[in-house]
């Protein structure tokens, strides 16, 4: 106080002796002098004075002389100074926190810095004011201008927003900062930043569309990583915050391949460097770091953005690397707590991962499934309670939507499995189920609970779990002993934990109920639980949960346990309690404060083991059965129990009675089409026995036929009396009619005589044809030969000296003459012109053998005559 | 995943004149008929390649409507390249280019590619505005022009390539400071080197050092996306 006095005196002179001036007087004689004086300095030194009683007189201060401030800011740019002092005193006027100089004044109301800053933002151009001077390179401005902004934020966060949203260049401007090489602005802007986009997706995106990430990215590389100090995890939270519920900004995240350069955040360290354990700072980063993977993979986002965001965690070993985080030693418990929930939301509802995740071995001796040592830590009371959360939240995720882990995790507990001497997982869950900590058995009813999941394969399969109980007694069915256990156990929470695996078991599947119907005191417990009538929400829970499974249990039921049919628990329901009662019990479990809580989010969120009750898809069960249960028992119940078929109000139950009655129907006609095909099978049977007499017989007879025909030809075949004069006295027609036929073959037979005997004739004409051909061919190479001696006379005749006269040869070759006008050319050149005759002859001596048909037809009319007489012979 | 340049693109003009889609188109390669209203901006991402590049196309999609206008200025800045889109079938659209066109102008870097794109060209009957308005228009402005219709598909491809054609022959040219980011433009992991050993200059020891490096980020690319695959 004394520094602020003695500053005052050097600005405003000694006060006058006896006057001691009030804080608001002074306040006003300084605003007076920043706005009359025309010297620079002294409007510096008004605004140094200022800044110094803006701590004290907050509320004069800002009362009077903010327009004044504005001002200087506006008019008094050039002077860097001025300006920061300026900047500081309405820092200060805005502050959010409450300075240790008020603490003991009760004029300054508690939200002061929030009443200042409404006024001071209500005029927009004041934002733009001081976005101008972010442009300022002086450190001084700089910095007080980004601490100004961000204690506006601070106190009206929405508004501020939409301000600088609408500021062309606002946030680019402090985007621009982030690169600023003073570290200090440097790290102020990303505080700013950070206040700045939370909770603004339009803002985020453009802070993510300036280079947010690769920005954070080189600064959180620079400074380290996780070893880095708390600039590492200012800029994880701004991560945290673009990203946050923003599907957008996480599209451009994955696409811009952001999530590979997260990976060496999470590399572990060698073997050697863990004795050194983590600082405080690492176990920060490294906790931001695991919120932003969760970010991208959390079930709220879009099954699409997940799904994608998971393959490639899985592709760049992401995945691989929180694993080894998992198995690695000396991990803080609260590091190791969210390191399974976000291997949990990694690998949740991805097949590939569930399987990763299933495969991975722990170093342990002997080697363990990563997933056995979890739930080892999860049934085990020592472990840290958010742990155990964990790993159930983990568990669920590796068993969601994924068929296979779900049925192997029963397979642990089937008979063919109880060889392998090695801790499985359904044997833990078994033994957490029935062990003495409360938790534990909650937790195992929730996981087992989880392998049931729209399911009914597995709900069949875990009824065929034994359980060996005491030497000497036969062995238990599981959901036997869960049922006794509900009976027997005085905790709430294992009640409940049994009530919605029951719940869970019995739904949708006939056989669990019988089951559960069998098991004794089952029902009679349920029936009691929901006629109490004790007043506390718990109560109110478990009377509501064993309603519900109650109606399940008539929803479902086949009318396989006699005792307990359908319309018999219906009216034991009816005279115990009343359907209204019923279905109002129904409904409390909906109403109960953890219900909610649990119905919001997959994860189970509990800070403490009292707020563990109930499960998340529970809630999404009931809220699936609730009503159709109530109104398929209500609506029975006003029809009367009889006739379930009749009348139905409501569709849904109405569709199902239909089908219901259908399919009664359709077992019916199966029956009675069964039995007559019984039927038909023997007579098919018998007809087949008839069938075989029949054809033996027919064979029999054949060859009694044969026998008979052969006689018959025998004896045609000898005397022949006999045969004809039987065929006659059967029918004087046949007769006639064979007569025809044999006159006809008769007919047939002759003309066949006839054409072999014309081919004969042809064959024959041919011959003389191929004789006569012959004989020309001689008689030309006679001729041929005559022609040669006769030419060759000539020439003797003319070399002697004797004249040769073509008269005289003449008669010599007279009888040559035919041949010699058949082919003009012989005369010249004979031989070459023995060709021709094949060629030129065939006109000439063709004429024979045309000529020969009717000749060798003659014949065979000749010799048609006799054969007919044959024929009519025979 | 690896790239040689990526470009941020946005896509800026009237509501309804089919930003979203053009930009689903792109992306996605299929078309949604109802009108989905984007609120703020919306991001998309595609790779494609020119001159044997590949380049990483980074696109916002901002919302037309007036009450985001403010918001959509924000965005101008970091863009190398905006296409403005109208609605062939709606003259008003046309009407507003000029302030659209003045607003980029104002708020983005003078070398930000413009690609005018008159979209709907699939709804010939109920055209309003003629092929060659938009052409004078874009020749007038100095932008690229081409109608699209981001039903049929029509187009799409080339708009958005042939704007990263654009700005590619602009860094080729030298226009472009490719290592400020602030101009929309990123050069790839595997170049990074590479641009900076070009940008000192021409000199024979600069050039063997450029293959080398280019040498050795091949191979690094090489095992780097080894697990990609």
Redesign the interface.
């Known amino acids: 106080m004394d520094f602020f006095k003695s500053g005052l005196k050097t600005v405003l002179g000694a006060p006058e002796p006896g006057h001691q001036p009030t804080g608001a007087e002074t306040v006003e004689r300084l605003v007076d002098r920043v706005n009359n004086s025309t010297l620079l300095e002294d409007r510096r030194d008004a605004c140094r004075a200022l800044k110094a009683m803006s701590r004290t007189y907050r509320v004069e201060v800002g009362a009077l002389c903010l327009d004044t401030l504005k001002q200087v800011l506006e008019l008094d740019r050039a002077d860097n100074e001025t300006i920061n002092y300026a900047l500081d005193t309405i820092n200060n006027i805005m502050s959010p926190t409450q300075f240790e100089e008020e603490e003991d004044n009760p004029r300054v109301p508690m939200n002061i810095g929030e009443q200042f800053t409404e006024m001071f933002i209500k005029d927009h151009n004041n934002i733009q004011l001081i976005l101008d001077l972010l442009d300022e390179y002086d450190f001084r401005v700089r910095l007080s201008a980004v601490q100004l902004l961000t204690s506006l934020l601070t106190n009206r966060p929405k508004d501020i927003q939409e301000i600088i949203l609408v500021k062309p260049m606002g946030v680019s401007k402090m985007m621009d900062l982030l690169g600023d090489t003073r570290e200090v602005i440097r790290n102020e802007t990303l505080l700013l930043l950070i206040k700045l986009t939370k909770g603004n997706a339009n803002i985020q995106k453009i802070v993510a569309f300036e280079n947010a990430f690769d920005r954070l990215f080189e600064i959180v590389s620079s400074e380290g990583y996780s070893d880095g100090g708390i600039i590492v995890e200012d800029c994880l939270l701004l991560m945290l915050n673009l990203l946050k519920n923003n599907s957008s900004n996480i599209n451009f995240f994955k696409e811009g391949s952001y999530i590979q350069k997260m990976l060496p955040m999470f590399n572990t360290p060698p073997e050697g460097a863990e004795e050194e354990g983590w600082s405080p700072q690492k176990v920060s980063n490294v906790h931001c770091m695991l919120l932003i993977v969760r970010t991208l993979v959390s079930p709220s986002n879009s099954a699409q953005i997940i799904s994608n965001c998971q393959k490639i965690m899985k592709k760049v070993g992401l995945l691989d690397a929180l694993c080894n985080i998992l198995m690695s030693s000396g991990v803080p418990a609260d590091i190791l707590t969210e390191t399974i929930n976000t291997v949990g939301e990694c690998v949740r509802g991805d097949v590939a991962n569930q399987e990763f995740l299933g495969n991975v071995m722990a170093p342990s001796n002997p080697p363990r499934a990563c997933i056995v040592l979890l739930l080892m830590s999860m049934v085990n009371e020592k472990q840290p309670f958010s742990l155990r959360c964990a790993v159930l939240y983990c568990f669920e995720c590796y068993l969601y939507h994924n068929e296979t882990s779900q049925a192997s995790l029963v397979q642990t507990l089937l008979p063919s499995s109880t060889e392998m001497s090695t801790l499985t997982s359904g044997q833990l869950l078994c033994g957490g189920l029935f062990s003495s900590d409360v938790l534990s058995n909650w937790f195992s009813s929730v996981a087992l609970m989880h392998a049931l999941i729209e399911n009914p394969i597995q709900k069949e399969q875990l009824l065929r779990v034994l359980l060996a109980t005491n030497i000497g007694s036969s062995p238990v069915s599981l959901l036997h002993q869960c049922t006794l256990l509900l009976q027997q156990t005085t905790k709430l929470k294992a009640k409940v934990g049994l009530l919605m695996l029951l719940c869970q078991w019995t739904s949708h599947c006939a056989a669990a109920v019988s089951a559960f119907l069998r098991a004794p005191g089952g029902v009679a417990w349920l029936v009691a639980q929901t006629c109490a009538n004790e007043h506390d929400d718990n109560e109110f829970l478990l009377q509501g949960l064993s309603a519900f499974l109650l109606a399940i249990c008539i929803h479902f039921n086949d009318d396989s346990v006699e005792q307990y049919s359908k319309d018999s628990l219906r009216q034991l329901l009816t005279k115990r309690i009343g359907m209204e009662m019923f279905t109002s019990k129904v409904s409390e479990v909906s109403k109960h404060e953890l219900y909610n809580k649990a119905s919001k989010h997959p994860q189970l969120r509990a800070k403490i083991a009292a707020d563990v009750l109930i499960d998340y898809e529970f809630c999404r069960l009931f809220k699936v059965l609730e009503s159709v249960l109530i109104q398929s028992l209500t609506t029975t119940h006003e029809n009367g129990t009889g006739e379930p078929a009749a009348g139905r109000t409501s569709p849904e139950s109405g569709n199902l009675e239909q089908y219901k009655s259908l399919i009664r129907q359709q077992d019916a006609r199966l029956q009675e089409l069964m039995s007559q095909v019984e039927g038909l099978l023997q007579q098919n049977q018998s007809l087949q026995g008839a069938l075989n007499d029949s054809i033996a017989s027919n064979s029999h007879l054949k060859d009694e036929n044969t026998l008979l025909k052969a006689q018959v030809s025998a004896s045609k075949t000898l005397p022949g009396p006999p045969a004809p004069s039987l065929t006659s006295q059967e029918d004087p027609r046949v007769k006639e009619y064979e007569g025809k036929i044999q006159g006809l073959l008769a007919e047939v037979t002759s003309l066949k005589e006839q054409l072999r005997v014309s081919q004969e004739g042809q064959k024959t004409a041919a011959e003389e044809l191929e004789k006569v051909k012959k004989d020309q061919d001689d008689l030309l190479e006679l001729l041929a030969d005559q022609d040669m001696k006769l030419n060759e006379y000539k020439m003797r005749l003319t070399s002697l000296g004797q004249p040769v006269e073509d008269e005289p040869s003449e008669p010599p070759s007279e009888t040559i003459t035919p041949p010699v006008s058949l082919f003009p050319s012989a005369p010249t050149a004979p031989l070459v012109n023995m060709l021709p005759p094949d060629t030129g002859a065939p006109p000439i001596n063709m004429a024979p053998p045309v000529n020969m048909f009717p000749s060798s037809n003659m014949p065979q009319h000749v010799t048609r005559a006799p054969q007919d007489q044959l024929n009519e012979l025979v | 995943?690896a790239y040689a340049y990526l470009f941020?693109y946005i896509i800026i003009g009237d509501t309804g004149v089919g930003k979203s889609c053009l930009l689903l188109q792109f992306t996605d390669k299929r078309f949604q008929p109802v009108h989905d209203l984007t609120i703020?901006?919306?991001?998309?991402?595609r790779m494609i390649t020119i001159d044997g590049k590949q380049i990483k196309l980074?696109i916002?999609d901002t919302a037309g409507q007036e009450a985001f206008r403010?918001?959509t200025?924000?965005?101008y800045?970091?863009a190398a390249g905006a296409l403005l889109v109208y609605d062939i079938t709606r003259r008003d659209t046309f009407n507003h280019l000029t302030t659209w066109l003045e607003d980029a102008r104002q708020?983005s870097n003078s070398n930000m590619v413009i690609m005018l794109i008159g979209n709907k060209s699939d709804l010939e009957s109920r055209r309003e505005v003629k092929k060659e308005e938009g052409e004078a228009f874009a020749r007038e402005h100095g932008l690229v022009f081409m109608e699209t219709s981001a039903k049929t598909a029509a187009n799409v491809e080339e708009a958005f390539i042939n704007t990263a054609k654009e700005i590619y022959e602009k860094i080729q040219e030298g226009v472009f400071d490719i290592n400020n980011?602030a101009n929309g433009i990123?050069i790839g992991p595997q170049h990074s080197t590479a641009g900076g050993a070009s940008g000192a200059g021409g000199a024979g020891a600069g050039g063997l050092k450029r293959r080398g490096a280019a040498v050795c980020n091949e191979h690094w690319y090489e095992t780097y996306s080894m697990?990609?695959l």
Do not use: L, N, T
């Open positions: 995943m941020k703020g901006v919306e991001f998309g991402a980074q916002w403010s918001i200025r924000s965005y800045r970091g708020h980011e990123k697990p990609d």
